[in-house]
């Protein structure tokens, strides 16, 4: 695993009350990547950033780059603590 080298740049940089770059942050790890390139990916496939991203929008972004992605709900798919 890959840790992005500049999470404290980005996360200073987008740092707001209510959310951030953490969704970005994963992506970047995902992907072996810095945030600043997720950042540039992100804007280049035409996707808003509203100062967070929600579930959604990290699943289009993933796709948008060839991933497979697959979504589990606990509540729909039992206890996975079990």
Do not use: H
Request: net charge positive; hydrophobic share 40%.
């Amino acid at each position: 695993m890959k840790i992005p080298t500049d999470v404290k740049e980005m996360t200073d940089k987008f740092k707001i009350d209510k959310g951030g770059i953490c969704g970005q942050a994963c992506l970047a790890v995902v992907e072996g990547i810095t945030i600043r390139e997720v950042m540039f990916n992100w804007v280049s496939m035409k996707m808003e950033f509203k100062g967070w991203s929600g579930w959604k929008q990290l699943k289009e972004y993933l796709e948008n780059q060839s991933y497979e992605v697959k979504l589990l709900r606990k509540d729909t798919f039992g206890d996975f603590d079990k």
